[in-house]
């Protein structure tokens, strides 16, 4: 992590503050074409697939860069919210799998199989929302925000941060996952919610239609990256690193501490969301095993080794982590593991900022100055940055 | 992509000089019966019309079990059954002349995995025919990836039923099959006539109780006087042990899985309840998982499965001999992994019927298929892709193996979605 202080002082001392530079306008072209073209056109359908279904992490991993990185709240808990926005949408989509002419081998036919097989003879009130494509799509997003929203606002109006945040979170995804097993029949249980087949009658499990979802999640991804660089570059932006590295200041500034934190919460609980719905549409399934505390940590590697000040470096990241991931274990069933966890001490002890630190030290100084060159004449470049302007 | 493939031969046949000798063993018979061998012949594209990993000389099945992760100690055992079943099957020469390439995935006890590593195996890899799964959660993960890409699943688990797919054999049994016919014999041998079920709290032990529940309450006129159920990994059983106590029920029914075992085998015991004298029957422990136990702590219990390996029979026996030539001899043989043994051949012999690996004519050859040569003794696939069995009802010994107490007179007709039970 680059020192604080210094990263607060750079970005007041930056006095024209553009939406982006010209180096992020590079970093985003860069990786909307990589996801948008260069992979595409590269990758066989199969493969193309798992590149959607690793970049509904990034998400998350996008959520954590503003929550951790900016606004200094560590989350182990964000895999609650990919979870409850991915079974938001596997209860849409179960739904209408489940016609009556589909489950007629039930012996109440019209509810998900796994009702049936509990002994539940009557569609529970809360999936009733579910069956409006809609009012889905905004449950999908309103359902975690407002759990986030619940969680966070009690906790922060408390004071309660840090290490016990991140612990509370982590005990909220033990809980919910608790909760999801035990709640057989309303939820699936460990099975999860399976067999999903069309969305608003459209067939989700044709290739055609993956990779239309594919671009539709690469598209709201960058979306995403927008959103989030804007909250960045905006004054709460400043406001959420100053609160990080001097909450009390902050609040003696007379600004609302508490506010600010629910606010980052939530809008990376909504992220998640985000990736949590676009997963269930790409993989066809959505499971406990999404929810619980080891992907919570698995999600917050990705910010990690992506670097996590950085909203690039975050995808980036969440790619490097699961391409290694599957290829490892393609290639070494038996020690893929010790590979993976080879991979995460190698960054963490050599380059400490992840991805996105490298890309700064390394690459940003010179792109700088060659785009600087390109603007006015070599004797007017300013000193190269030492550090990177956040 | 340099997967963990192993084209034939045991261990003890790793030389490349001995293996080129047995190649070539296994190529004069061919040419020796001629007409008998000819589809032994048959060009890659008579036997396989579908672009299926075939060719002339090899055919690619895929295993898909986890190796890592909290399953992997479940299902170590059923991976090794069939990789052993394919080295014999090699070893024999082959089907319709073709040795068996393994590609082997890790499923890392993670249902998403599942089905990320069953779609590689057959969109990239063009597997035949895939061996693989454990828990009911992975092959819910993994069956619309079967269904929708036309693949082909062995799956070895004894499991709840209420499924039945295209593209799925099942060859461990489902619920009833298990469950019926050891209730019926505690029932006349032990007096069984109050049970109390224990389980993990999953699709498997709740629809097993259920199907036991009406069979106890309808059919035996017994009562339940408890039904429970922990989650997956729970430790702490003195509650529920206490309860049995105050109940007394004649019969402890317990289907709880996986590590949880051993603390409820060994809290059972320091509460003081012997075995001997209270009867237990369980569903989910085998020889496998008695090794975690300890024998000395599950000793007179009853377990009621199709397969122990203390089976008496010369199937059996050359089995046992032979997996533990290639896995070692500590190794033990539980249901499963005697299920797991048997999918590569009902797969070799449903290709040989069909003459062909094409999917669609694999799964039409095979309902009616019988295989004599399975170490449970006679087996053979019904209609609705489940075996035919016989169930078995074993005695825990302290050495952790089962003395065989009961043995269906009839194989049993499997029936996944059984009537008066749901």
């Known amino acids: ?390 | 992509m340099a997967d963990d493939t192993e084209t034939g031969a045991t261990n003890g046949l790793r030389s490349p000089l001995r293996r080129r000798l047995l190649m070539g063993l296994a190529g004069a018979p061919a040419l020796a019966l001629m007409p008998r061998g000819a589809w032994a012949a048959a060009p890659t594209s008579a036997v396989n019309t579908t672009g299926l990993a075939v060719t002339d000389t090899e055919v690619t099945v895929g295993i898909l079990h986890s190796v890592t992760g909290t399953m992997a100690i479940s299902e170590t055992g059923a991976q090794e059954a069939e990789k052993l079943a394919i080295a014999q099957i090699n070893e024999a020469g082959g089907v319709l002349g073709r040795k068996i390439k393994i590609i082997q995935e890790d499923g890392a006890s993670d249902w998403p995995t599942f089905a990320e590593k069953a779609k590689k195996l057959l969109v990239n890899d063009h597997c035949a025919a895939v061996m693989g799964c454990w828990t009911s959660a992975s092959r819910k993960a993994v069956l619309p990836v079967f269904e929708q890409y036309n693949g082909l699943l062995y799956y070895p688990t004894f499991y709840e039923g209420l499924e039945q797919s295209k593209n799925v054999f099942y060859t461990g049994q489902e619920a009833t099959q298990q469950i019926l016919a050891g209730l019926d014999w505690v029932h006349k041998e032990k007096g069984g006539d109050s049970f109390y079920f224990i389980g993990s709290d999953y699709i498997w032990p709740r629809t097993s109780n259920k199907i036991a529940r009406k069979h106890v309450e309808n059919v035996l006129k017994g009562k339940v006087v408890g039904e429970e159920y922990f989650p997956l990994g729970h430790t702490q059983f003195n509650s529920v042990i206490n309860k049995i106590k105050l109940t007394k029920p004649k019969v402890i029914f317990t289907d709880v899985v996986g590590g949880s075992n051993v603390a409820f085998y060994k809290q059972l015991k320091a509460a003081g309840i012997d075995l001997s004298k209270q009867v237990l029957m369980t569903i989910s422990v085998t020889e496998d998982e008695i090794d975690g136990i300890g024998g000395e702590n599950i000793a007179g219990a009853y377990a009621c499965m199709k397969y122990f390996q203390s089976i008496d029979n010369e199937n059996n026996k050359a089995f046992v001999a032979a997996f533990k030539k290639m896995w070692g001899e500590k190794t033990v043989i539980g249901d499963v992994t005697q299920a797991a043994y048997l999918g590569p051949f009902l797969w070799k012999m449903a290709c040989e019927k069909a003459g062909s690996f094409d999917v669609d004519k694999v799964v039409a050859a095979s309902p009616g298929l019988e295989f004599k040569g399975a170490p449970e003794g006679y087996v053979k696939i019904d209609e609705n892709h489940h075996l035919w069995s016989k169930t078995r009802v074993g005695k825990a010994k302290p050495d952790g193996q089962f003395e065989i107490v009961y043995t269906s007179p009839e194989l049993i007709k499997p029936d996944p979605f059984p009537k008066g039970y749901q």
Request: charged content about 15%; overall charge positive.
């Open chain 1, 1 to 390: 992590m680059t020192n604080p202080v210094q990263t607060l002082t750079k970005s007041v001392t930056v006095n024209d503050n553009p939406f982006m530079k010209p180096v992020e306008w590079l970093s985003l072209l860069l990786l909307a074409g990589v996801i948008l073209v260069v992979l595409p056109l590269a990758l066989d359908g199969f493969r193309l697939n798992l590149v959607g279904k690793y970049l509904t992490y990034a998400f998350v991993a996008l959520g954590l860069v503003i929550c951790w990185g900016y606004a200094g709240i560590l989350s182990l808990g964000q895999g609650v919210f990919f979870g409850l926005g991915g079974y938001c949408m596997a209860m849409y989509l179960k739904l209408e799998a489940s016609s009556v002419e589909n489950t007629k081998i039930q012996s109440t036919p019209g509810i998900p199989d796994f009702m049936d097989w509990n002994q539940i003879t009557t569609l529970p009130w809360f999936w009733q929302p579910f069956k409006s494509l809609p009012l889905t799509l905004i449950l999908v997003v309103a359902v975690p925000v407002l759990f986030a929203l619940i969680i966070s606002y009690a906790m922060f109006k408390r004071r309660v941060g840090g290490t016990y945040f991140a612990i509370i979170t982590q005990a909220i995804a033990a809980i919910l996952t608790i909760l999801i097993v035990g709640q057989q029949g309303y939820t699936g249980g460990i099975n999860g919610i399976t067999d999903l087949r069309t969305l608003h009658g459209w067939d989700i499990r044709t290739d055609h239609a993956k990779v239309i979802l594919y671009f539709v999640n690469g598209g709201l991804l960058i979306a995403c990256i927008l959103a989030a660089q804007y909250v960045k570059k905006s004054k709460l932006g400043r406001i959420l690193v100053a609160m990080r590295d001097k909450e009390d200041r902050v609040r003696f500034s007379g600004y609302s501490v508490a506010g600010f934190k629910v606010f980052a919460f939530c809008l990376a609980a909504g992220f998640a969301a985000i990736g949590g719905a676009m997963f269930t549409l790409q993989v066809g399934f959505m499971s406990p095993s999404f929810v619980g505390i080891v992907p919570s940590i698995e999600m917050v590697i990705y910010a990690a080794v992506g670097g996590r000040l950085s909203l690039f470096g975050a995808v980036w990241g969440t790619l490097l982590v699961n391409w290694a991931k599957t290829s490892f274990s393609e290639s070494f069933p038996d020690l893929w593991l010790f590979g993976l966890g080879a991979l995460f001490i190698a960054v963490v002890l050599a380059f400490p900022n992840g991805l996105a630190g490298i890309w700064r030290e390394q690459i940003e100084p010179r792109l700088t100055r060659r785009v600087k060159g390109l603007r006015a004449p070599p004797s007017a470049i300013a000193p190269p940055h030492s550090a990177p302007a956040e």
